[in-house]
Structure formats: C-alpha cells, structure tokens
T-cell receptor, first 113, second 114 residues
C-alpha cells in the first residue's frame, strides 16, 4: 500500500535559518503530494501541493518539488520565522482507486528568536 | 468556493455520556468525507470514511460510529464515551481529481472525557 515517511522531530532552528523537512513516499501510479501545517490548537491547513512530477508547490516562502525519480517531496524555506513554529505533515492522495489519503506522522518545527 | 465546518469546537463530556460531532461541507457535491482523531502530540488516525450517502467504512474498531444522512453531512457519534475517546477530532473532505484530489480539513473539535 501507499506510505509516507517524514523525518522525526522536533526540528529546532533559530530565526532566519534555512529549513528542510524530508519526505519520501511509496505509491502506485501518479499520486498528488501535499504539505499541511498545523498550528497549536488548530486543524490542518493546506500549505502547498504538487500534482505531477517536477511540479514545484510554493506558498508563504515554503517550497517543495515533486521528485518522482527519488520519490521525494522535501519541504524547504530559506529563512524561517518564529511564527512558522508548527507541526508539518506530508501527505499523498492516490491516482488509483484508493479513497484513503496517506499522511506522514508529522514533524514539529520550533523556531527560536 | 468550498468550505467545511465542524462543531462543536470544544466539549467536555463525562464517561458514559453520548457524543455527536457534526461536519458539513458546502460548495461541492458527492465529496469523499473522513473523520480523523489526533491524540495529543501524535499523528492522524483515520476513523471512518464515506464515499456516498449511507456508505460508511470503518478503519479501526472503536467505541464510535459514523453516519452520512445527507450528501454533505457527516456525523461522528458514540453511545457511551470512554476516557480513551479524548482527543482532537478532525473532519475532512477530498476534492475531485481536477483539483489534484486535495484534502481539506475542518477546524477540529476538542473532546475531553472526564
């Protein structure tokens, strides 16, 4: 079945540092890939997405590129802010018959001033 | 545009009491609908999903049940809550392939069973 693996957290950074959160996946067919962000006490918000190979999703300074050859969708940001502190989830939805999306376990990001 | 709402946002219930969480989607038809639970500091656990009215699939044996009485309404219920039912409950719906099968979440409901 489909699976998503993302790096264990927490990731602790100083403000203005470069961020990378790794995400790799296994899936049949051509899945769509997503990053969601969850701020404390809130639901999950769609951060960015990519629906085909080599697509780059971007939003709020975050970027991720759909790499089919390495089955990866790593999240990056050039300069993090304290307000980026949250939990980040990598996810995929299958292009096949599965109705069930697949989520990673989430990576907590803590940004210090 | 499409929106999703769930309520109540917060509730505190005694052990053994019933539960009803409601989720409604607007601006789309025949969505796939999902209920997730998230324990404190943990990932998402899929509880139920539905691909149509009256069609419910259960992913994990639970003290919970789900119903879909209308196309865009999804209800999570329990007849008798347990302490272990405490957590953050999230409703979600899946867009069509044209939107990349994107999953959209509601605001979440915090349940504390005491």
């Amino acid at each position: 079945g489909d699976s998503v693996t993302q790096m264990e957290g927490p990731v602790t950074l100083s403000e203005e540092a470069f961020l990378t959160i790794n995400c790799t996946y296994t899936a049949t067919g051509y899945p769509s890939l997503f990053w969601y962000v969850q701020y404390p006490g809130e639901g999950l918000q769609l951060l960015l997405k990519a629906t085909k190979a080599d697509d780059k999703g971007s939003n709020k300074g975050f970027e991720a590129t759909y790499r089919k050859e390495t089955t990866s969708f790593h999240l990056e940001k050039g300069s993090v802010q304290v307000s980026d502190s949250a939990v980040y989830f990598c996810a995929l939805t299958s292009s096949g018959g599965s109705y069930i999306p697949t989520f990673g376990r989430g990576t907590s990001l803590i940004v210090h001033p | 545009s499409q929106t999703i709402h769930q309520w109540p946002a917060t509730l505190v219930q005694p052990v053994g009491s019933p539960l009803s969480l409601e989720c409604t989607v607007e601006g789309t038809s025949n969505p796939n609908l999902y209920w997730y639970r998230q324990a404190a500091g943990r990932g998402l656990q899929l509880l139920f999903y539905s691909v149509g009215i009256g069609q419910i699939s259960s992913e994990v044996p639970q003290n919970l049940s789900a119903s879909r009485p209308q196309d865009r309404q999804f209800i999570l219920s329990s007849k008798k809550l347990l302490l272990s039912d405490s957590g953050f409950y999230l409703c979600a719906w899946k867009g069509q392939a044209i939107s990349g099968n994107t999953i959209y979440f509601g605001e979440g409901s915090w349940l504390t069973v005491v």
